[in-house]
């Protein structure tokens, strides 16, 4: 029997990336998985590479960061498939690497609308549908930059810090009414947008691999498997954590 057998669950962000192999083993592992990414073409393309495998997916267009979209988006989720267990809001935007002092205003605002106000969307929505399932478990997916902060990335700093503070309270809030939230904090993971970012900046890769005790990028599916299990009943005491994915970035992994 999968992890997430006979539960139903939305991944945000989930026609790329990290976001798309949580969908997929969200999927392999019994769940009816709600592929939502503002990229349209991009999710139905999760749903695919999903149904290929002979599992089931419902493609969601929806952006993060607008709420009446959050709103359609579960109930489209609870209409198609009965009801919501579990969510992954894994959706989030950068702005870019600029100095604090020189970050303009819009890109902040964009930022922390889709990496911050869109997790609070996420969980103002799918809480409800979830205490009338009779519970579930959402995953938020912060980083390491929300915990140590980022040089040259204060918006996304920010929004990842205020992912997890937004998690331990609503963690706080729903323990007793059968709802557990956690956080998963990715280090440097191999997805399309890191490989982006590497593209811009090709000096970074052996730099930020040697930022990690295991001296490598992580994979997708490495938080994906945390996420399934932070999901699942096999965590069922567990809420308002912040789980570290990160190949040990947060030790000191310098040699002697
Ligand atoms: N890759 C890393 O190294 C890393 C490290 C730490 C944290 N993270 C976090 O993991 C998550 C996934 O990262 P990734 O590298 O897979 O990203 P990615 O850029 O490969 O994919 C992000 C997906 O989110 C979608 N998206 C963006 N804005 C949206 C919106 N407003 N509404 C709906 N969908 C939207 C994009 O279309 C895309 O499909 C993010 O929260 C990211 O901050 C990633």
Redesign the pocket.
């Known amino acids: 029997m999968g992890l997430l057998e006979g539960k139903i669950g939305i991944v945000?962000?989930?026609?790329?990336?990290?976001?798309?192999v949580t969908a997929q083993v969200f999927a392999r592992e019994g769940a009816s998985v709600a592929v939502?990414?503002?990229?349209e073409e991009?999710?139905r393309e999760t749903v695919e590479l999903i149904e290929t495998e002979g599992f089931e997916a419902l493609t969601v267009r929806?952006?993060?960061?607008?709420e009446e979209?959050v709103a359609e988006m579960v109930r489209h989720t609870v209409d198609r498939f009965g009801g919501l267990h579990c969510a992954s809001n894994?959706?989030?935007?950068?702005a870019g690497f600029h100095p604090t002092h020189e970050l303009d205003r819009e890109r902040w605002d964009r930022c922390l609308?889709?990496?911050l106000t869109?997790v609070w969307l996420c969980l103002k929505y799918q809480i409800p549908a979830m205490m009338e399932s009779g519970g579930g478990a959402i995953v938020n997916?912060?980083?390491?930059?929300g915990i140590k902060g980022q040089i040259t990335q204060a918006a996304?700093a920010a929004s990842?810090g205020g992912v997890i503070a937004l998690t331990k309270t609503a963690a706080a809030e729903y323990a007793q009414r059968g709802i557990r939230v956690n956080s998963v904090?990715?280090?440097?993971?191999?997805?399309?947008?890191?490989a982006?970012?590497l593209e811009a900046f090709p000096e970074i890769r052996e730099k930020t691999e040697k930022l990690h005790a295991m001296r490598r990028?992580?994979r997708?599916d490495e938080?994906a498997d945390a996420v399934t299990y932070l999901c699942s009943d096999r965590s069922s005491f567990i809420t308002g954590q912040v789980l570290g994915v990160e190949g040990g970035v947060q030790i000191n992994a310098h040699d002697i």
């Open positions: 945000t962000g989930a026609g790329s990336g990290i976001g798309r939502a990414d503002w990229n991009s999710a929806a952006d993060v960061s607008d979209s894994n959706a989030a935007l950068g609308a889709v990496s869109g997916i912060s980083s390491v930059s996304y990842k904090a990715p280090g440097g993971i191999e997805t399309p947008g890191m982006s970012y990028f992580g997708p938080i």
